[in-house]
Each structure stands twice: as C-alpha cells, then as structure tokens.
Nanobody
Framework: VQLQASGGGLVERGGSLRLSCAAS????????VGWFRQAPGKEREGVVC????????YYSDSVKDRFVVSRDRIENTVYLQMNSIKPEDTAVYYC????????????????????WGQGTQVTVSS
C-alpha cells in the first residue's frame, strides 16, 4: 500500500491548487481516504475525508466552503481542490488511508489512519 501526494507549491492569496493523492495497492473507492495538514509549529489536523461511498466529511470549518474532495476511480486518485486559498492554509498536506476495521467510513482521529503519503508543501503568499 502506497499513497503519493503531489500538487503543492507556492500560490497567492485567493488562488487555487489541486492536490492529488495517487494510491497503489488498494482501491480508493473501497477505503476511506483523508486529507490532513500540518502547519509549522502546530499539530497535524484533519481537513476532509472521502468515504468509500463518496461522502465528504469536513474536519475544519475554515475550509468547508473552499475545499472540495473528489476521486477518480480509473486513476485511483483522490483529489483536494483548494479554492480561495488563504495564508493560514500554508502547511504540509498529507493523505492517508483509514485502518481496519471501520475502513470504509471517515474519522477525524489521526490514529485511525494507517498508511500515509509523504506530504506536499503548500505555501500561500500574502
């Protein structure tokens, strides 16, 4: 099982980015996959999760109206579309796969995720 996060970079306030989480060794439409972020000096926090059924579960009120999670079954990739980006979105973004036994549903508990991608840096300039 591997997850490869990509798509980060330097973006201006108000801009957009699309992060990708390419999965191998499992099907993204069978397992819940979550996006998390860690800002400098802060703990890792949940952003949003996509369940196996396609339901989105947001863990940050600040992104609820700006970020959209989706997946491509053929590419076996989960995406995080980030719109109206703010400086406070600056962080390393990670994707992760939920662990068993409740692996098809989302959770805001970081310990409920077993496999993690390497992270992709998003830096927002003000």
């Amino acid at each position: 099982v591997q997850l490869q996060a990509s798509g980060g970079g330097l973006v201006e306030r108000g801009g957009s980015l699309r992060l990708s989480c390419a999965a191998s060794g499992f099907k993204t439409d069978y397992w819940a996959v979550g996006w998390f972020r860690q800002a400098p000096g802060k703990e890792r926090e949940g952003v949003v999760c996509l369940s196996s059924s396609g339901a989105s579960e947001y863990y940050s009120d600040s992104v609820k109206d700006r970020f959209v999670v989706s997946r491509d079954r053929i590419e076996n990739t989960v995406y995080l579309q980030m719109n109206s980006i703010k400086p406070e979105d600056t962080a390393v973004y990670y994707c992760a796969r939920r662990r068993r036994p409740i692996f098809r549903e989302c959770s805001d508990d970081i310990d409920e995720y077993e496999y993690w991608g390497q992270g992709t840096q998003v830096t927002v300039s003000s």
